[in-house]
């Protein structure tokens, strides 16, 4: 049990995440730095706000512990939408008037529960907005757009198993 906790720590320290969520396939990821700055389409790691959206979303189970303010754990999303980008919700997310696919936000969690949805509007200087194409994903379609500075870095796939 030791060495394992021991290899956890060490994994951690050196950017190394397990991912146990269907938002991204299941496994051993890594953290790394981009060469320049984000941009649409990269797949990050990034440390959801300390707000009391993402408090709810903990307490409901969506979110795990982790090392970000609040402590939460690092999400893995695609930046799919960047400062001055206008985004809409209805039967799909548009952004600046083009549908993004697999994007049909919940009206329910799987449990039930109602789900508020993000109102709409243009992403603010400094912030992202994110998505996963997986249906029960928790992404900026519920919680808008986040702190670009909450990005760790882009997320690698290591060893990945996507059931």
Known sequence: ???LLALIVTGGALGYRINL???????????QMPEGPYKIGDLVFVCPPP??????????????SGICPGGYA???????AVSSQRIEIDRLVSIDGLALPHSAPAARDGRGRSLR??????????????????????????????PASGVLGLAKAVLTYAP
């Open 51 to 64: 707000t009391p959206t993402m408090r709810e979303a903990f307490d409901r189970g969506y979110l795990r």
């Open 21 to 31: 969520t269907p938002s991204e396939p299941l496994g051993i990821w890594r953290i």
């Open 117 to 146: 949805r993000f109102s709409g509007g243009t992403v603010p200087t400094g912030y992202v907005f994110l998505h996963s194409g997986f249906i029960g994903s928790f992404d900026s379609r519920y919680f808008g757009p986040v």
């Open 74 to 80: 690092p999400l893995i999303k695609t930046i799919v």
């Open 1 to 3: 049990m030791a060495a």
